[in-house]
């Protein structure tokens, strides 16, 4: 069973920035796929941003450029830092493990993005 415990998220102004940290229960290196989601109300959950154990990463086409996924192996810890936010960004913003044939989430945090 792995634990996913996701922070960092707030209130800011547009074009401010966050790191969002998602603390995980085990060894994130053993880890196949750690990926950022984000649901605004009224909307689907998307993926934001995800990191493989080999290490590559993917963002979807509205955050590309503006984040950055991460891992610290040691604190087991994945981290989502985004840049230049905008009204558009205000979702819940969820952490996901897939570990072999599981997945597991956090229970997400909120973001918004208002003047």
């Known amino acids: 069973q792995v634990q996913l415990v996701e922070s960092g998220g707030g209130l800011v102004q547009p074009g401010g920035s966050l790191r969002l940290s998602c603390a995980a229960s085990?060894?994130?290196?053993?880890?196949?796929?750690v990926a950022w989601y984000r649901q605004a109300p009224g909307k689907q959950r998307e993926l934001v941003a995800s990191?493989?154990?080999?290490?590559?990463?993917n963002y979807a086409a509205s955050v590309k450029g503006r984040s950055t996924i991460s891992r610290d192996n040691v604190k087991n810890t994945v981290y989502l830092q985004m840049n230049n936010l905008k009204p558009e960004d205000t979702a819940v913003y969820y952490c996901?493990?897939?570990?072999?044939?599981?997945?597991?989430w956090g229970q997400g945090t909120q973001v918004t993005v208002s003047s």
């Open positions: 990191i493989y154990s080999g290490g590559n990463t």
């Open positions: 996901k493990a897939s570990v072999f044939r599981y997945d597991y």
């Open positions: 085990g060894s994130i290196s053993s880890f196949n796929l």
